[in-house]
C-alpha cells in the first residue's frame, strides 16, 4: 500500500553495488520507486529529477549537489532530494525538505533502511512548525518571519477568525487589545488581499467556497475569468478557495472541472434538493425551471465542502456573464479535535500519526501518566491540561470546549482511544463547530496478545470488568455470551485493591463453558518497562496475580500452548 506521506513516483539513483541493495530495499517497500538508469550516474540522477516528484541518491552527498546544482529552480516545484550514505547510516534531506515533502521523505527512507534521519531545516531542528508545512498556503516574507519566530522576536499575530493554529512560541502573540500595529515583524491569517513587506507573511486559510452555475458547453476561459474578477472586485485571494461547488447536474461540466483542476481544488456538487433547501437572497424562477432549485450559486456557495450553510456568510451574491455564474461565501472555521491512541506505552508502538497530530495540536489534554509519555513530542508553547485519575468525563468536556472556542486539541488515551477510553465521552459532546479526526492505536489486548503469541487468532471478545459505569448483572450477562459463544475473552480493568472479585467471578462462568486446562494469560505492562508474563489455566489461575495494568486474556476451546506460547487456531489444519 503507497503510504500516504510519501511522494508518488520516488526515483532511486545508485552507483555502487551496495547502493543498489539499499535501492532495492526501497523499491520492494514502495511500488511507487524505481530505480532510474542512464549512461553515468550523472545522467541517472539528471532524468530522475526531471521525471520525478522526489529523488533518493543513494551517493555522495557533495556529488549530489554537484550535478543537481545547474538544476535547481524554485523550492516549491522543484523535486525532494534525499541522500542516502554508502553504509545506510543517515538519510539526509537535502533538498525540499519542507515544499517537497523531503523532511518526511528522508524520516520514511531512514525507517526502511534503519537509517538516521538527517533534518536540517531550522524550525524542525528546534520543534516548531514551518509556516510552510500547515497545509495552507502561505505568502509574503516567509523567510524573514520564520527567522524572528526562531530568534524569539515579538512577532504579532493577527487573524481575521480563531482558525485552529497548532502551537506557536509565546514571542507569537495577538496585539494588545486596543493597540496600534507596531513596525514589527507581523503574521496575518486571512483570506484577504493585503499590502505585504518585508517583515509580514500571509497564512492564507481555507475559508471561501466559489459556487458557479453555468449553460452547458461553457468554456473554461469563461468560468475563470469571471471568478478572477469576482474575487478581485471583492478583495479575496483566491490561495484562501477551499473548493469550487455546484449542482449535480454541473459534476462532468467541462469548464467548471477544468477550472477546478487549474485552481488545486476540488469541485463538490449538490443534489438540486439541497440547494432547494438553501435560502438565498437571488432565487431565480428560471434556474428553477431549469435544474429543479431556484439558486445554483449562491446555494451551493453557501453549502460549501460539507453542507454546513449554517456557518457561511454570502461575501459576493451571483454575478453572471453570458455562460457562467459565480457567488463567493465565506465558511466561519470550526475547532479541531484529534482523538489519539497513544498505543500501549512503548515508544516505537506510537503510530507517526500520533506524532503528528500531536505536534499539529496547540492545546494537549489527557491523563497525567499518558502525557508523561509524549510531553518530548509537544511542540513549544504547547498548552498542557493533564489531570488524575477518574477525571474523565472532565477530560472530554475540557477537550470539546477548547476545541469549540476554535482551536487545535488533541485528546490522548492510551492504545486505541476509541477501546474504553476518551473516544466516546468526548464525541458524546462535540457538536458542529468541531471537525474530528480520529487517530487508532494500538490496543492493550493486541499488545498483550503479540506478546503471548497468537492468542487472539479467532473470534474474540473485549470485554471491561469495571463495574464504576456498568452494573456487574450487565457485565455479567456479557461474559456468559462471551463463553456461551466459544469467544477467546480480553478482560481489561480485571482487578484493582477496591474490585478484587469480579475477576474470580468472570473466570467462573467461563469455567462452566470451558476445558480446566484452558490456557489464560495475563500481560501486565505490554510493550512498557517491568513487562511480565504469567501463564496459567482456567482452573488455575491466581487473581492475586493481576491488577489494573494487567490485560487477561483467556482461550477459547482450540487455543493451545505451542512451544509457551498461546495460539488460537483460525480454522486452517491444525497440527496437534
Known amino acids: ?37 542512464g549512461d553515468t550516474v550523472a545522467a541517472a540522477l539528471r532524468s530522475a529529477w526531471a521525471g520525478c516528484d522526489a529523488v533518493v ?58 537509517a538516521r534521519p538527517v533534518v536540517t531545516t531550522a524550525t524542525d531542528a528546534v520543534g516548531l512548525p514551518g509556516l510552510d508545512t500547515l497545509g495552507w498556503p502561505v505568502q509574503g516574507a516567509v523567510a524573514g518571519v520564520s527567522r524572528a519566530i526562531l530568534d524569539g522576536e515579538p512577532v504579532e499575530l493577527i487573524a481575521d477568525a480563531d482558525w ?12 494588545p487589545a486596543g493597540s496600534e500595529a507596531d513596525a514589527g515583524y507581523r503574521l496575518l491569517v486571512t483570506d484577504r488581499v493585503v499590502p505585504l513587506d518585508e517583515r509580514t507573511a500571509v497564512l492564507r486559510p481555507p475559508s471561501l467556497v466559489a459556487g458557479v452555475g453555468a449553460s452547458r458547453g461553457v468554456p473554461a476561459e469563461e468560468v475563470a475569468e469571471l471568478l478572477h474578477r469576482v474575487l478581485t472586485d471583492a478583495g479575496l485571494d ?12 454541473k459534476a462532468d ?24 433547501a438553501i435560502d438565498v437572497p ?78 499539529r495540536a496547540s492545546v494537549v489534554v489527557g491523563l497525567d501518566q499518558y502525557l508523561d509519555q509524549v510531553r518530548d513530542v509537544f511542540r513549544p508553547g504547547t498548552r498542557v491540561l493533564s489531570s488524575g485519575l477518574g477525571a474523565e468525563e472532565a477530560r472530554a468536556r475540557a477537550a470539546v470546549a477548547e476545541a469549540a472556542a476554535g482551536r487545535a486539541v488533541a485528546l490522548v488515551g492510551s492504545g486505541d482511544a476509541g477501546v474504553y477510553a476518551m473516544a466516546s465521552p468526548a464525541l458524546e459532546y462535540a457538536d458542529q463547530r468541531i471537525d474530528v479526526v480520529g487517530v487508532p492505536g494500538v490496543t492493550a489486548a493486541l499488545a498483550a496478545g503479540a506478546v ?24 455479567e450477562r456479557r461474559v456468559t455470551a462471551a463463553a456461551e459463544g466459544d469467544f477467546v475473552t480480553v478482560f481489561y480493568n480485571p482487578r484493582s485493591r477496591a474490585r478484587d472479585w469480579q475477576l474470580g467471578k468472570a473466570l467462573g462462568v467461563l469455567a462452566a463453558h470451558r476445558s480446566p486446562d484452558t490456557p489464560v494469560g495475563v500481560v501486565r505492562n505490554a510493550s512498557r518497562p517491568g513487562e511480565r508474563v504469567h501463564l496459567a489455566t482456567v482452573a488455575t489461575l491466581d487473581p492475586a496475580v493481576v491488577d489494573m495494568y494487567s490485560v487477561v486474556v483467556v482461550g477459547n476451546s482450540d487455543t493451545r500452548l505451542v512451544a509457551g506460547r498461546m495460539v488460537t487456531p483460525r480454522g486452517y489444519r491444525w497440527r496437534s
Open 1 to 37: 500500500m503507497t503510504d500516504p506521506t510519501v511522494p508518488t513516483r520516488i526515483g532511486l539513483v545508485a552507483a555502487t553495488a551496495a547502493g543498489r541493495r539499499h535501492a532495492d530495499t526501497v523499491a520492494a517497500a514502495w511500488p511507487h520507486a524505481r530505480l532510474v538508469e
Open 57 to 114: 541518491a543513494f551517493l555522495a552527498t557533495g556529488a549530489v549537489v554537484r550535478i543537481l546544482a545547474p538544476l535547481l529552480g524554485d523550492k516549491h516545484s522543484d523535486p525532494a532530494v534525499v541522500v542516502v550514505d554508502e553504509a545506510a547510516r543517515h538519510a539526509v534531506a537535502l533538498l525540499g525538505g519542507h515544499a517537497g515533502g523531503g523532511n518526511d521523505l528522508a524520516e520514511q527512507v531512514g525507517a526502511l533502511l534503519d
Open 164 to 175: 485552529p493554529l497548532p502551537a506557536l512560541p509565546p514571542n507569537v502573540q495577538p496585539p
Open 238 to 249: 483566491r490561495a484562501s478557495l477551499r473548493c469550487l461547488a455546484s449542482a449535480d447536474v
Open 253 to 276: 461540466e467541462a469548464g467548471i472541472r477544468s477550472t477546478a483542476d487549474a485552481l488545486g481544488v476540488p469541485l463538490v456538487t449538490w443534489p438540486a434538493t439541497r440547494l432547494a
Open 282 to 359: 437571488h432565487p431565480s424562477e428560471v434556474v428553477r425551471a431549469a435544474v429543479g432549485t431556484p439558486s445554483v450559486a449562491e446555494a451551493a456557495a453557501l453549502l460549501g465542502a460539507d453542507g454546513r450553510a449554517d456557518d457561511a456568510t454570502l461575501l459576493v451574491g451571483k454575478t453572471a456573464t453570458a455562460m457562467a455564474t459565480v457567488a463567493v461565501a465565506r465558511h466561519a472555521p470550526r475547532g479541531r479535535l484529534a482523538v489519539v491512541g497513544l498505543g500501549p506505552g512503548a515508544p516505537d508502538l506510537r503510530t507517526p500519526r500520533a506524532v503528528a497530530e500531536l505536534r
Open 452 to 475: 503471548l503469541g497468537a492468542p487472539l487468532g479467532h473470534d474474540h471478545a473485549y470485554l471491561s470488568l469495571s463495574d464504576l459505569h456498568t452494573p456487574w448483572e450487565v457485565i
